[in-house]
């Protein structure tokens, strides 16, 4: 049965980390038993970010409420009402009170009370890699509290001249594109070998061409606005300088004429390793596209970054597939599809993507203190 609060993936792997669980016993000396207790951490700040605003809490409550925590939320603040709405649901089915605290503000005021809150012992954050370092000083310089970062990313898709090209184009595009481009694991760098490169981004603008862009409340649309106006002018800034910077505007390159915040989906061909464009995060829905001459090459390319969250590769070639996996400096690596997240695996970054993990066993390893009891027996019990 699952522990209260937690759904079934981490309730699959919660047995040996509930809290007051005895983990296995250890091989000692003669008379004497040894064993390890898993117990909750305490009181657990999280912050989520605007991007996944319902999926981003789920993934910190369950670990945390199924190890016998308590939380104190903070949900970002383009996005509250989606929190105070779980909030009400979880008041609804009967949590205790002080279980789950949510707490809506500002970064400054609510974030960094939360980070440095003497009486929190830990605190999941996931966002950008600058909040987080600010997070993470703030964990350290109250009382050392447990800190797992999710962060950004600049995501390599290796596309090998022997992949299923159809395959390979249309998981590119859904992998920078998906949610705007609004996703720490998109596919920011679309690395294709030269063989195949040509054809790969004529489809590429086929597929953008197409993409139907317009009111989220209908079903008929894949992609809506950016979240508010300062993302908005951030992608349209970094558009120009691809542009500037020498690379080849493929399509789109400006906002849509007479709406919000839309920015036409964007493709760029012919970029290099020194465009902004291909060094930052650009959140947004633009894909730039890598040409590359062998697997040597592409590999120490891909890992040219600060960043190391997701890559994928694309070949029909098993062995090449691995080596990739092996070489890239990715807490994630997809073969063959992308975005393949699963609550039972472990997730999170390499470098500056971040440290620690969320979902699976590995996440609930987080939420709790591991102790060590042993036990010297006596010749004979009373």
Known sequence: MAPAGCPEPWAAAAP???????????????????????????????????NFP???????????????????????????LTALYLGSLIKEVGFPPGVVNIVPG????????????????????????????????????????????????????????????????????????????????????V?????????FVRRSVEYAKKRPVGDPFDVRTEQGPQIDQKQFDKILELIESG?????????????????????KPT???????NMRIAKEEIFGPVQPILKFKNIEEVIKRANNTDYGL?????????????????ALESGT?????????????????????????ELGEYALAEYTEVKTVTIKLGDKNP
Request: glycine residues 10%; hydrophobic residues 40%.
């Open 310 to 326: 997701t890559a994928a590769v694309f070949t029909k070639n098993l062995d090449k597939a691995l080596k990739l996996a092996s």
């Open 191 to 199: 690395f294709v070998e030269e063989q195949v490169y040509a054809e």
């Open 106 to 189: 500002f970064g400054p005021t609510v974030g960094a009370a939360i980070s440095s809150h003497p009486q929190i012992n830990k605190i999941a954050f996931t966002g950008s890699t600058e909040v987080g370092k600010l997070v993470k000083e703030a964990a350290s310089r109250s009382n050392l509290k447990r800190v797992t970062l999710e962060l950004g990313g600049k995501n390599p898709c290796i596309v090998c001249a022997d992949a299923d090209l159809d395959l390979a184009v249309e998981c590119a595009h859904q992998g920078v594109f998906f949610n705007q481009g609004q996703c720490c694991t998109a596919a920011s760098r």
């Open 54 to 80: 319902l999926l981003m809490l789920v993934w910190k409550l369950a670990p945390a409420l199924c190890c016998g925590n308590t939380v104190v939320l903070k949900p970002a603040e383009q996005t509250p």
């Open 16 to 50: 040996a980390g509930r809290p007051g669980r005895e983990g296995p016993c250890h091989p000692g000396y003669e008379n004497v038993v040894c064993f390890t207790r898993h117990e909750p951490i305490g009181v657990c700040g999280a912050i989520t970010p605007w």
């Open 243 to 263: 542009k500037k910077e020498g690379a080849k505007l493929e399509y789109g390159g400006s906002a849509m004429e007479d709406r919000g915040l839309f920015i």
């Open 333 to 357: 690596v997809w073969i063959n599809c992308y975005n393949a997240i699963y609550a039972q695996a472990p997730f999170g970054g390499f470098k500056m993507s971040g440290n620690g993990r």
């Open 267 to 273: 493709v760029f061909s012919e970029v290099t390793d």
